[in-house]
């Protein structure tokens, strides 16, 4: 069975930080790209950071500089940094993986809540 457990979320006041975590276990396949999306109250849900097999990063605009995304492929896991946090990060936070079977798998969600 294919589990993507996420854990690092929580409160935080503006300008803290905190480290998301995601680690991907029944997968029998091998695994491309991982990130993050997150989907803030009421809005859609939006991609935050990529990250390529290699170590290759992408970032949205309005985390650049504030976040980094890193990938530990022997444990399968992908991690997220974020820095100076702001309230509008505050959303549930989803990993993902993309796996060489042409499919994605999904965390379930972590909330992340930025008080001002």
Known sequence: QVQL???????VQAGGSLRLS???S?????INNMGWYRQPP?????????????GRSNYADSVK?????SRDNTKRSVY???NSLKPEDTAVY???VDASNVRR??????QVTVSS
């Open 105 to 110: 798998y999904w965390g379930q969600g972590t």
């Open 42 to 54: 009421g809005k859609q849900r939006e991609l935050v950071a990529t990250i390529t097999s290699v």
């Open 94 to 96: 989803y990993c993902y």
């Open 65 to 69: 500089g504030r976040f980094s995304i």
């Open 22 to 24: 995601c680690a991907a």
């Open 80 to 82: 997220l940094q974020m």
């Open 5 to 11: 457990v996420e854990s690092g979320g929580g409160l």
């Open 26 to 30: 029944g997968i029998i396949f091998s």
